[in-house]
């Protein structure tokens, strides 16, 4: 059964730190675009970053570029999300995601329709 886990929120002060982690069961992250997703109350579910199949290449939204980093753990069959310089507009439920695609091109990388099997979302809320 093909499983995503998600971990690693909590509360943290402006300016800190979350590495989140998504753990995949019943199938090999390799070959498959992951993409990290947040949404806040009363937003639409936004992609935040992707790592792509294979060539490990990655993207990110244009608010978090600069400060978040995706990586993916081969031997672990995990994807992180290295969250730093946090912002309270950062605050969200963040979900992590398999591409139904093995390709994604541009915009489409951040549209939750390309995605198909979701994790349960782990909370990030930055307050001071």
């Known amino acids: 059964q093909l499983r995503l886990v998600e971990s690693g929120g909590g509360l943290v002060q402006p300016g800190g730190s979350l590495r989140l982690s998504c753990v995949a069961s019943?199938?090999?992250?390799?070959?498959?675009?992951i993409g990290w997703f947040r949404q806040a109350p009363g937003r639409e579910r936004e992609g935040v970053s992707c790592?792509?199949?294979?060539?490990?290449?990655?993207d990110y939204t244009s608010s978090v570029k600069g400060r978040f980093t995706i990586s993916r753990d081969r031997a672990k069959n995990t994807v992180y999300l290295q969250m730093n310089s946090l912002k309270p507009e950062d605050t969200a439920a963040y979900y992590c995601?398999?591409?139904?695609?093995?390709?994604?091109?541009?915009?489409?990388?951040?549209?939750?329709?390309?995605?198909?099997?979701w994790g349960q979302g782990t909370q990030v809320t930055v307050a001071s």
């Open positions: 790592v792509l199949g294979y060539t490990n290449n990655t």
């Open positions: 995601a398999k591409a139904r695609n093995a390709v994604l091109h541009g915009s489409s990388k951040f549209d939750p329709k390309n995605y198909d099997y």
């Open positions: 019943g199938f090999s992250l390799e070959g498959y675009i």
